[in-house]
């Protein structure tokens, strides 16, 4: 079983930055996949980025593609969303996943991680 923690949501301005946090227990391996999805008020939750473990690949919506970066510190079981240049329209809850698995190319659907942290709130103002 693994648990997963976020933190580091906020209210910022847009064109602001900020990093968020996951921290992760249990038993993580090699092979892991994380990823970060979001969801906004009234709407479906939305992919964001992935990462495999290991650091090798990663994977971004269009949406924050150059603006946002997904890293992973493995020796200290902590992934992170680096978000530049926030704009109003990245308000949202935002959580991240675990997949046990290295699939290649990386999931892109939150049916393909099992498990969730509860969330952490980003609010960009304009």
């Known amino acids: 079983q693994v648990q997963l923690v976020e933190s580091g949501g906020g209210l910022v301005q847009a064109g602001d930055s900020l990093r968020l946090s996951c921290a992760a227990s249990?038993?993580?391996?090699?092979?892991?996949?994380m990823a970060w999805f979001r969801q906004a008020p009234g709407k479906e939750r939305e992919f964001v980025g992935a990462?495999?473990?290991?650091?090798?690949?990663?994977t971004y919506a269009d949406s924050v593609q150059g603006r946002f970066t997904v890293s992973i510190d493995s020796a200290r079981s902590m992934a992170y969303l680096q978000m530049d240049s926030l704009k109003p329209e990245d308000t949202a809850v935002y959580s991240c996943?675990?997949?046990?698995?290295?699939?290649?190319?990386?999931?892109?659907?939150?049916?393909?991680?099992?498990?969730w942290g509860k969330g952490t709130q980003v609010t960009v103002s304009s």
């Open positions: 249990g038993r993580i391996t090699s092979t892991y996949t």
């Open positions: 996943s675990a997949n046990p698995y290295r699939i290649i190319p990386l999931p892109r659907t939150s049916q393909r991680y099992a498990f």
């Open positions: 990462i495999a473990w290991v650091g090798d690949t990663t």
